[in-house]
C-alpha cells in the first residue's frame, strides 16, 4: 500500500502539491475560526461542587461584581497614608474612573478600603458584566489604565501597583509573549542549522519550514471545521501547543523519508524509484509511529478535565494531517527537486563515513547484556525521584517576580489577608421556602470561625429569598496550596454541616476550582495513562506482529517517563527547593516524551526487523540497525529537545520546568531507550522478541527486485564496514 501511495505521490507530483495547496487556502478561507472560551464548566465535569456553586451564582445573582483588577496604593515612602494622601486616592480613582476604558464599568474605592494597619489603600476595578471573564479586553484596559494612573499620580506622594486577575493575564501574556516568540525564532533556527549540517543544503533547510506551514494552515482548518460541525470543544489556546506538536512529529517524519531516501540513493537507484522505495520502506513505520501518537492524544476524551478533552482530538487531527503530508507532499516536493534538493552537497553520491553511529552499532552488537543493564540501570536511578513529586496549583507563584502584579500582591499583603483580591464564595440554596435572616447571621458566625478564614461579608440574598451569598476572604493567596486545601477542607465541612436547616451550602471561588481540578487531575492520571498505554501496545504489536515485543517496549517507555519526571523533581524541588511542579507537568511528558518519543522506538525497532529479514547473523542485524538509525533519530530528537530547551532561558519556572522536563526526556528517550536499551534487549531476546509472528523469518526483499539498479548495495559481508 505504501509503495503505491508513494508511487501516486512521486510521479504526480504537481497534481499532489496543487491539491494540498487548494485544500489549504480553502480551509484558511471557509473554515470557521476557533474560539477563546474561559467557562468553568468546559474545565470540570458539572458534578464538582465549584461548578455547581458557578451555576447557582449565574442564576441567581446575574449581577455580581467582583473585581476584575486592584489597584494598591501605598505611599512612595512607605509610611502611614496621611489625610491628604487619602484624598489623593479617591481623585486617583476617579481620575482613573473618567477614562471610561473599554470593558471598564467603573473604577472605585471607599474608606473601608484603607487597611488597619492604615499603610495600603485600595481601588477596585470592575468590568461590565459583558467583559468580567474576556480574555483580551480586560487585560488591554488594565495596560491603558496603568499608564494613565502613571499620569495621574504626579504631585502626590503616592505609588501604585495593579494587581488582581486581569493585571496578571497581562503580566503572564506580556512576559510569555517574548517567549513564544523566543521559542519560534529558536525553533526555526535550530531546524534550519541542523538540516543544513546534516544535509549540507539550503533546500533541504527550508522545505521543511514550508511544509509544515502548510499542514498547519490545513490542521488548523480542519480542527476549526470539526469544532463546528461534529461538536469537538477547541479554542485558541490550542494554537500554540499546535505549533510544536506539528514541528515535533513534521521534522521527525521528514527526517525519516530523507535519511532513506538517501540511502537508496547511495545504493544506486534512479531519483524516482528512490523516493518511492523510501516512502515504500518507511512508510509502516511512519503510519505506525503517528497512529501511536493519535492513540495517546485520543486517550485524552477519558480526561475529566475540558481542556484535555479538548486538546486531545485537535492535536491527533493535527497528526494525522502530518501523517498523509509525510507519505504525499513531502515526496512530491522531493520528487521535483530530484537531487538538486541536496545542492551543493554531492555527498548524497556515496556512503559517508560516521565513526560515531558506526562505533555505537558495534558496541551494542558486542555487549548487548551490559549495554542493556546499565542503560535500564540508569533510567530506574532517575526514575527514583518521580515518587516524591508534589502537585503545584499555584501557577502565580511561578511567574517571575519583578512583575507589577506580584510586587503589587505583596504591598497588598502588607495590609490585608492574601485572599482580598479574590475571595473564595459560599452560598446557601433553601430547598424548602425562603430562608431565614437569622440562621444566615448565625452562619456568618459558624464560617467567620474557620481557621485560615480573615473575614466573611454579610449575606446577600436574591429577591425570592432562596439563596444567599457569601464573600468569604481567606488569609493565604486564592492559589496557593494552603488556600486550597482550606477551600476543599475545614470551608467546605464547615459549610456543609453548618447550613441552616432546609438548605444545601456551596463553596466556590478560585480556591475550590483549583481544589477541584486537583482532584480531576489525580483521576486522570489512574484512568487516562494506563489505557494510553495499552493503545500504544496494540499499535507496536500490529505493527511487529508480536506480542513480546511490544511489551518491552512499553516497559522502557514507562522507565522513560519516571526518569524525566524523576530528574525534573530532583532539579526543581530538591537542588531548587521549589514547593512543587507544575501539576499539568506528568500530561506534558505524557504528550511529548511518551507519544512523540515513541516515534523513535519504532523506527529502531522496524530498521532491527527489517536486517533480521536479510538472513544476517544477529550481531550484523543490531550494528547495521543502529549505525543506520541513530544519525536520524539523533537528528529529530536534537531538534526537538532544543526547542523545548529554549525555555529554559525563560524567567518563568514553570516554563522552565516544562522546557528542562521535554528536553531532557526526549534526548533519554532517543539517547538511551531507543540507542541502547531497545535494540540489546532485542538482541537479547533473539527469536523470542518476534513471538509469535516470527518477523524475524529470513524473506526475500520485495523492493530489492523493484527496477535494475534496486539491488545493488543491499547484501553487505560481515565484515563489510556499515557507514550513516
Excluded at 502626590?156 to 486581569?166: C, E, N, R, W
Excluded at 510544536?244 to 537508496?264: H, K, N, Q, S
Aim: hydrophobic fraction near 50%; glycine fraction near 8%.
Amino acid at each position: 500500500m505504501f509503495r503505491r501511495v508513494g508511487r501516486f505521490a512521486v510521479h504526480r507530483p504537481w497534481l499532489t502539491i496543487a491539491g494540498w495547496i487548494i485544500a489549504a487556502v480553502a480551509l484558511s478561507l471557509l473554515a470557521p475560526g476557533l474560539k477563546s472560551t474561559t467557562d468553568e464548566t468546559e474545565f470540570l465535569p458539572s458534578h464538582y461542587e465549584s461548578v455547581q456553586a458557578g451555576k447557582l451564582q449565574e442564576k441567581a445573582f446575574p449581577k455580581t461584581e467582583q473585581p476584575s483588577a486592584i489597584v494598591v496604593f501605598q505611599r512612595s515612602d512607605g509610611g502611614k497614608l496621611t489625610a491628604a494622601d487619602r484624598a489623593d486616592v479617591a481623585k486617583v480613582t476617579g481620575g482613573l474612573h473618567d477614562k471610561h476604558r473599554k470593558g471598564i464599568a467603573r473604577v472605585e474605592t471607599s474608606p473601608q478600603a484603607v487597611s488597619p494597619n492604615g499603610e495600603i489603600a485600595l481601588a477596585n476595578v470592575i468590568a461590565t458584566n459583558k467583559n468580567a471573564q474576556d480574555q483580551t479586553t480586560l487585560p488591554n484596559a488594565v495596560k491603558d489604565l496603568r499608564q494613565d494612573a502613571k499620569g495621574l499620580l504626579d504631585g502626590t506622594h503616592l505609588k501604585a501597583g495593579f494587581t488582581g486577575q486581569a493585571a496578571t493575564n497581562l503580566d503572564a501574556q506580556e512576559s510569555s509573549g517574548d517567549t513564544d516568540s523566543m521559542i519560534m525564532s529558536a525553533t526555526l533556527l535550530l531546524i534550519i542549522i541542523l538540516l543544513l549540517v546534516i544535509f549540507r543544503s539550503p533546500l533541504i533547510a527550508l522545505m521543511p519550514v514550508l511544509i509544515i506551514a502548510l499542514v498547519f494552515a490545513v490542521a488548523l482548518g480542519l480542527i476549526g471545521t470539526a469544532a463546528e460541525l461534529g461538536g469537538l470543544k477547541a479554542d485558541t489556546s490550542i494554537s500554540a501547543i499546535l505549533i510544536v506538536v506539528l514541528f515535533g512529529v513534521g521534522t521527525d517524519y521528514i527526517l525519516f523519508l530523507l535519511f532513506r531516501y538517501r540511502e537508496e540513493l547511495r545504493d544506486g537507484r534512479q531519483p524516482k524509484e528512490a523516493l518511492t522505495n523510501a516512502v515504500a520502506r518507511v512508510g509502516e513505520t511512519i503510519a505506525s509511529a503517528a497512529g501511536a501518537v493519535i492513540v495517546a492524544f485520543l486517550a485524552l476524551l477519558l480526561s475529566t478535565m475540558g481542556m484535555m478533552r479538548a486538546m486531545g482530538p485537535s492535536l491527533a487531527i493535527a497528526v494525522g494531517v502530518t501523517l498523509v503530508a509525510a507519505l504525499t507532499l513531502v515526496p512530491a516536493v522531493f520528487s521535483l527537486l530530484g537531487t538538486k534538493a541536496f545542492w551543493p552537497s554531492k555527498a548524497w553520491k556515496k556512503r559517508s563515513r560516521s565513526r560515531l553511529s558506526d562505533g555505537l552499532g558495534a558496541l551494542v552488537a558486542r555487549r548487548p547484556a551490559a549495554i542493556a543493564v546499565l542503560s535500564a540501570a540508569v533510567l530506574a536511578v532517575l526514575a527514583v525521584g518521580a515518587v516524591s513529586f508534589k502537585a503545584e496549583f499555584d501557577t502565580d507563584s511561578q511567574l517571575p517576580q519583578k512583575l507589577e502584579s506580584v510586587q503589587a500582591m505583596k504591598d497588598l499583603q502588607r495590609g490585608f489577608s492574601a485572599g482580598q483580591s479574590d475571595p473564595a464564595m459560599v452560598y446557601v440554596e433553601s430547598r424548602s421556602g425562603t430562608l431565614d435572616k437569622g440562621a444566615l447571621g448565625t452562619y456568618k458566625k459558624e464560617l467567620a470561625g474557620v481557621d485560615g478564614v480573615g473575614a466573611v461579608s454579610d449575606p446577600v440574598v436574591n429577591p425570592d429569598g432562596t439563596v444567599a451569598q457569601y464573600s468569604v476572604v481567606l488569609k493565604y493567596r486564592p492559589t496557593e496550596d494552603k488556600a486550597i486545601d482550606l477551600a476543599d477542607g475545614a470551608l467546605r465541612d464547615t459549610a456543609h454541616k453548618a447550613a441552616p436547616d432546609g438548605s444545601k451550602a456551596y463553596v466556590g471561588g478560585t480556591s475550590a476550582v483549583l481544589a477541584d481540578v486537583e482532584k480531576a487531575v489525580s483521576h486522570d492520571y489512574k484512568l487516562v495513562f494506563p489505557i494510553a498505554g495499552l493503545a500504544i501496545m496494540i499499535i507496536l504489536g500490529l505493527l511487529l506482529r508480536s506480542i513480546v515485543a511490544p511489551i518491552y517496549l512499553m516497559i522502557s517507555v514507562a522507565l522513560g517517563f519516571g526518569a524525566t519526571l524523576g530528574s525534573t523533581v530532583w532539579l526543581f524541588q530538591d537542588l531548587q527547593h521549589k514547593n512543587g511542579l507544575l501539576f499539568m507537568l506528568p500530561v506534558i511528558v505524557y504528550l511529548f516524551v511518551v507519544a512523540i518519543g515513541t516515534d523513535y522506538n519504532i523506527l529502531m525497532v522496524a530498521r532491527l526487523r527489517e536486517e533480521v529479514r536479510r538472513g544476517v547473523p544477529a550481531r550484523e542485524a543490531i550494528h547495521t540497525a543502529v549505525a543506520r538509525s541513530a544519525p536520524t533519530i539523533a537528528s529529530a530528537a536534537i531538534i526537538l529537545a532544543g526547542t523545548f530547551g529554549v525555555l529554559l532561558l525563560a524567567d518563568n519556572s514553570m516554563l522552565q520546568q516544562m522546557g528542562f522536563a521535554v528536553a531532557f526526556g526526549i534526548l533519554l528517550t532517543a539517547f538511551v531507550m531507543a540507542m541502547l536499551l531497545v535494540p540489546t534487549v532485542t538482541s537479547l531476546l533473539g527469536h523470542k522478541a518476534w513471538w509469535p509472528g516470527h518477523q524475524d523469518a529470513p524473506r526475500p526483499d520485495p523492493l530489492a527486485e523493484a527496477g535494475p539498479d534496486a539491488g545493488v548495495g543491499r547484501h553487505r559481508g560481515a565484515g563489510e564496514e556499515v557507514r550513516s
